[in-house]
């Protein structure tokens, strides 16, 4: 198993809400990846946080939102859930932006 | 947009017999390539990968080739066991964003 670790397993939620999930990364790690994998699917790329700052960007609306801490640990932040927002949620950690990237188990989102 | 494709979304093999899945990406300037197998409930795993300079790598029963000209990529595994039955996932990643493209899965089912 990769050191990458991710909190908390599992989570129920109410439409309209607000979540964080968090995610640590792997030791000496800098650059972290968020991804949604709905059930059956690939996982889709969020965004991706390099050195504390947001490093690109994929075709999710702003109310997805994250941080970087610099122990370079990360945060993603939902608001206003919504009911296709259920999935699981993946973070993925690199040494770097050239290396490869390492998962973490993920959160399972359910929002009601 | 950018893109991958893949095929096929199911795949069933005899134990012994090899198993191919193929990927077609859409992004000219994606120059790095990783594969993943994710078990059931379990997080994405990177199996094996290929960097754009490269045309074929091989790692005991698995290997994966590249051919940038036509976009494509394939994951080829051969002696296929009972716990090769997963799902296989391929990826590109663009360079200067490093953002990773997830292709929709193959479900790989090896009968014993």
């Known amino acids: 198993e990769t050191g990458v670790t991710q909190s908390p397993t599992h989570l129920i939620k109410t439409r309209g809400q607000q979540v964080t999930l968090r995610c640590s990364s792997q030791?000496?790690?800098?650059?972290v990846s968020w991804y949604q994998q709905a059930l059956g699917q690939g996982p889709q790329f969020i965004f991706q946080?390099?050195?504390?700052?947001?490093?690109g960007r994929g075709n999710f609306p702003p109310r997805f939102s994250g941080l970087q801490f610099p122990n370079y640990s990360s945060e993603l932040n939902v608001n206003a859930l919504e009911l296709d927002d259920s999935a699981l949620y993946l973070c993925?950690?690199?040494?770097?932006?050239?290396?490869?990237?390492?998962f973490g188990p993920g959160t399972r989102l359910t929002v009601t | 947009g950018e893109n991958v494709e893949q095929h096929p979304s199911t795949l069933s093999v005899q134990e012994g017999d090899s198993a191919v899945i193929k990927c077609t990406y859409s992004?000219?300037?994606?120059?790095?390539f990783p594969w993943y197998k994710q078990e059931l409930g379990k997080r994405p795993q990177l199996i094996i990968d290929?960097?754009?300079?490269?045309g074929e790598k091989k790692d005991q029963r698995i290997a994966v080739t590249l051919n940038k000209t036509a976009k494509h990529f394939s994951l080829h595994i051969t002696e296929t066991q009972p716990e090769d039955s997963a799902v296989y996932f391929c990826?590109?990643?663009?360079?200067?964003?490093?953002?990773?493209?997830f292709g929709t899965g193959t479900r790989l089912k090896v009968l014993a």
């Open positions: 993925a950690s690199s040494l770097d932006l050239h290396y490869e990237q390492y």
């Open positions: 030791s000496g790690h800098n650059t």
């Open positions: 946080y390099y050195r504390e700052e947001e490093n």
């Open positions: 992004d000219s300037a994606s120059n790095y």
């Open positions: 290929i960097r754009s300079n490269v």
């Open positions: 990826a590109a990643r663009t360079s200067g964003t490093y953002k990773y493209i």
